[in-house]
């Protein structure tokens, strides 16, 4: 069973940013694939990004290509959320999702375990 425990939300101004951090531990093999989720009020849960850490491959939802950049430290089995450029439609709860050693998703449904959310607020 692998636990997931995120931190560093919080609230932030427009064109401000923010680092969201992924602990994951309870996890047997060394090569994983994990997500970004986020999902706003009255909207469903929309990927953000995702990362691969044996192929190294990693891949953004449009509306955060170029702003955003996941990350993930191995040693520390964390995956990290850096956000830059925040923009009020930003804000939503943030999760982040493990779907062990396989290839990088983008569905809801192609994830095993989540974190249990992170509140991000962008004020103008």
């Not at 969201?20 to 994983?32: D, E, I, M, Q, V």
């Not at 990350?71 to 939503?92: I, P």
């Amino acid at each position: 069973q692998v636990q997931l425990v995120e931190s560093g939300g919080g609230l932030v101004q427009a064109g401000g940013s923010l680092r969201l951090s992924c602990a994951a531990s309870g996890r047997t093999f060394s090569s994983y694939t994990m997500g970004w989720f986020r999902q706003a009020p009255g909207k469903e849960r929309e990927f953000v990004a995702g990362i691969s850490w044996s192929g190294g491959n990693t891949y953004y939802a449009d509306s955060v290509k170029g702003r955003f950049t996941i990350s993930g430290d191995n040693a520390k089995n964390t995956v990290y959320l850096q956000m830059n450029s925040l923009k009020l439609e930003d804000t939503a709860v943030y999760y982040c999702a493990d779907r062990g050693g396989r290839r990088l998703r983008v569905g809801v449904d192609e994830y095993d375990y989540w974190g249990q959310g992170n509140q991000v607020t962008v004020s103008s």
